[in-house]
Nanobody
Framework: QVQLVESGGGLVQPGGSLRLSCVASGRSISIYVMGWYRQAPGKQRDMVAVVSRGGSINYADSAKGRFTVSRDNAANTVYLQMNSLKPEDTAVYYC?????????WGQGTQVTVSA
């Protein structure tokens, strides 16, 4: 079973930055894509940024130009550097790992952007 552990969330002022990390352990060798999703209370969970083992990346329109996703395949780790944060970025951020056959989720890390 794959286990995902996120870290790096917290409270930040508008315009600030945070760096999220997610480490996958267990049977992660078959993981094809890792990435980040976010969900605000009462809202659907939306993709923020995903990256495949081959390096292809998709960003949500709201993240382009502000967020950068990167992946260390050897360490089974994915990062999300978030700059120029806005209050609308406030959400629980979830790490995801997808093998094609299975999808795995971390417990989430809270990101709050407020003055």
């Amino acid at each position: 079973q794959v286990q995902l552990v996120e870290s790096g969330g917290g409270l930040v002022q508008p315009g600030g930055s945070l760096r999220l990390s997610c480490v996958a352990s267990g049977r992660s060798i078959s993981i094809y894509v890792m990435g980040w999703y976010r969900q605000a209370p009462g809202k659907q969970r939306d993709m923020v940024a995903v990256v495949s083992r081959g390096g292809s990346i998709n960003y949500a329109d709201s993240a382009k130009g502000r967020f950068t996703v990167s992946r260390d395949n050897a360490a089974n780790t994915v990062y999300l550097q978030m700059n120029s944060l806005k209050p609308e970025d406030t959400a629980v951020y979830y790490c995801n790992a997808n093998s094609g056959a299975s999808s795995y989720w971390g417990q989430g890390t809270q990101v709050t952007v407020s003055a």
